[in-house]
T-cell receptor
């Protein structure tokens, strides 16, 4: 069974601070996705990374896929209250249709 | 596009009653997934359909759960009889392919009392 561990589980910071959240596994994934979920809504896809070492940027968010494709990180620069939400990583295994989800990091950005 | 549409948004029912959750996927997406989300267990895959055919139902907790997809635009998840431990948020998601990611609906919050 492929497992994804996310850390930290909870993170509360002030507006303007930088932060990094992590997604780790002992398994290799062919692709890794990050989602953000707001209260009362479903997760929304932010990015997909497929190549070991790949870095993608989405405005103030930077996503990195580990060289061995077993881990990933999400860095947010100058966090804003609108960044508040549950950040989920999900790993895919090639032709395996199943996405394995981590339990998420609950981020609160205080004004 | 209206996205993935789920109904109802909230459902409160008594133990032993039948519950039916509904989902309309995005047109053209050939994969449909039902997930359950709880604080303790996170997102759990219940069942996956491809081209309306159930491919993997190994995540369905027990025989009380059943799912159907009679056509490309509609799916149901039924719980009969419902139990308090079934209380959770149930999500439907659709996708045109794995590396495209999933589009989730807004979920149905089920409370069984």
């Amino acid at each position: 069974t492929q497992l994804l561990e996310q850390s930290p589980q909870f993170l509360s910071i002030q507006e303007g601070e930088n932060l990094t959240v992590y997604c780790n596994s002992s398994s290799v994934f062919s692709s890794l996705q990050w989602y953000r979920q707001e209260p009362g809504e479903g997760p929304v896809l932010l990015v997909t990374v497929v190549t070991g070492g790949e870095v993608k940027k989405l405005k103030r968010l930077t996503f990195q896929f580990g060289d061995a494709r077993k881990d990933s990180s999400l860095h947010i620069t100058a966090a804003q209250p609108g960044d508040t939400g549950l950040y989920l990583c999900a790993g895919g295994g090639g032709s395996n249709y199943k996405l394995t989800f981590g339990k998420g990091t609950l981020l609160t950005v205080n004004p | 596009d209206a996205g993935v549409i789920q109904s109802p948004r909230h459902e409160v029912t008594e133990m032993g009653q039948e519950v039916t959750l509904r989902c309309k996927p995005i047109s053209g997406h050939n994969s449909l997934f039902w997930y359950r989300q709880t604080m303790m267990r996170g997102l759990e895959l219940l069942i996956y359909f491809n081209n309306n055919v159930p491919i993997d139902d190994s995540g369905m907790p027990e025989d009380r759960f059943s799912a159907k997809m009679p056509n490309a635009s509609f799916s149901t998840l039924k719980i009969q009889p419902s139990e308090p431990r079934d209380s959770a948020v149930y999500f439907c998601a659709s996708s045109p392919g794995l590396n495209y990611g999933y589009t989730f609906g807004s979920g149905t919050r089920l409370t069984v009392v």
